[in-house]
């Protein structure tokens, strides 16, 4: 596949910034340079840059940009999707949003809006709320589970189903209640709606850094399918740190 640029408007609306994402899905320095380029001269304050796993780069056409490295991110995926029985604590989640942000933000500790303190706390949890919002509304998410003790919801994810490949966005449990197999429940109830919308495979993307969250998905048969590196480049700003 060829390498993309393109503007991101609803991260250029949300952040009130110019935003534009960069996937390089082969090396081509040329193609980088020009590119540069070009956002510089449309005023891009910010390039979201992913470098696919086997892509090398000139890091030196980075030079006289604030450049940050925010992430290595890791696919992880399976094919080993089950008709599991769901465990009694978990449900779908139909209530108010705000009953989930703190878990929201426990699920974004790694995020990369919070490496890169470009972004303030508040530019995060403003993020971290609306991705919660628009998964209990059913914009990006078709599933919200939540798993419940005593009435008090301690973990929960957002699952977004297709037949070729359903997808986990968010999972975090109350730190409180950790090890006590609430993440793998969660995880396994994913597994049953995927398998009941014949699902091909489930994936999930996670920090490569974040050796905790690599290990459990591999103890819960998924497999690494893709690692991308993730370098914010700062631009026509001047508002970086």
């Known amino acids: 596949m060829n390498n993309e640029f393109k503007i991101l408007n609803w991260d250029s609306e ?7 994402s960069v996937i ?11 590119t540069l380029f070009e956002c510089e001269e449309i005023g891009v304050e910010l390039i979201y840059l992913f470098i696919e796993e086997g892509v090398s780069i000139s890091f030196s056409l980075l030079n006289g940009y604030n450049h940050i490295l925010v992430d290595n ?4 995926k399976t094919k080993f999707i089950t008709d599991n029985d769901l465990d009694y604590h978990i449900s779908e989640y139909n209530g108010p949003s705000e009953l989930l942000y703190n878990l929201a933000m426990q699920a974004g500790a790694k995020s990369r809006y919070r490496i890169d303190k470009n972004f303030t ?3 995060f949890e403003r993020l971290y709320r609306t991705w919660i919002n628009n998964s209990v509304n059913h914009t990006i998410a078709d599933k919200v589970l939540v798993y419940r003790k005593q009435n008090k919801i301690i973990g929960f994810i957002t699952l977004k189903i297709d037949k070729e490949e359903s997808k986990i966005g968010l999972i975090a449990s109350d730190p409180e209640y ?12 994913c597994k049953y709606y995927a398998y009941n919308a014949k699902s091909q495979s489930l994936s999930v993307a996670t920090q490569k850094e974040n050796d905790r969250a690599c290990s459990f998905y591999m103890k819960n048969q998924f497999e690494k399918f893709m690692e991308t590196t993730v370098i914010h480049v700062w631009i026509n700003s001047d508002n970086c740190k």
């Not at 390089?24 to 020009?34: A, C, E, G, Y």
């Not at 991110?73 to 992880?76: E, F, G, S, T």
């Not at 950790?178 to 109830?189: E, H, S």
Request: no cysteine; proline share 0%; net charge positive.
């Open 24 to 34: 390089l899905r082969k090396s081509d320095d040329n193609f980088l340079k020009q």
């Open 73 to 76: 991110k890791v696919i992880y």
């Open 121 to 123: 706390k508040g530019d």
């Open 178 to 189: 950790r090890k006590k197999g609430i993440g793998t429940a969660l995880v396994r109830a």
């Open 14 to 20: 949300f952040f009130h910034k110019k935003i534009a």
